[in-house]
């Protein structure tokens, strides 16, 4: 598993857990019948995928999730979707084992369907 893959699969357990946390939420997801793991086991999986995660990619993400409350943040025309941005020509997608990172706020970026996130 590649560190952005990682770093989806961490993001994606953090909304998770974000979304069990709230009462509402998760009542309507077992409504709608999913079946959602128990918080302790959410909480294990994230421990495993962070710990294989390289340092520097864990305390770059782990900030910005302090910061902003996400730790990623989508590209869209070459701008970073969090701060709004415009990225330097400089940084591409998965310029440095498929992450690059925005300069201006930090957060982990996931670019768009197109080549470079210059597509729309
Ligand atoms: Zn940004």
Known sequence: MTAAERLM???DLDL???EMSDPLCSSRLRRL???VAPAPRIE???GRLIEGLEAR???HYER?????GSGVAAVRGRV???CFVTLPRSVAAGMDE???TCEACGRILFWGLGPRGESD
Do not use: E
């Open 9 to 11: 699969r961490i993001h």
């Open 16 to 18: 998770l857990a974000l």
């Open 33 to 35: 019948g999913f079946a």
């Open 44 to 46: 294990r999986w994230r």
């Open 57 to 59: 990619w864990r305390q």
């Open 64 to 68: 910005a999730l302090r910061r902003y």
């Open 80 to 82: 970073c979707q969090g």
């Open 98 to 100: 498929g992450v690059s």
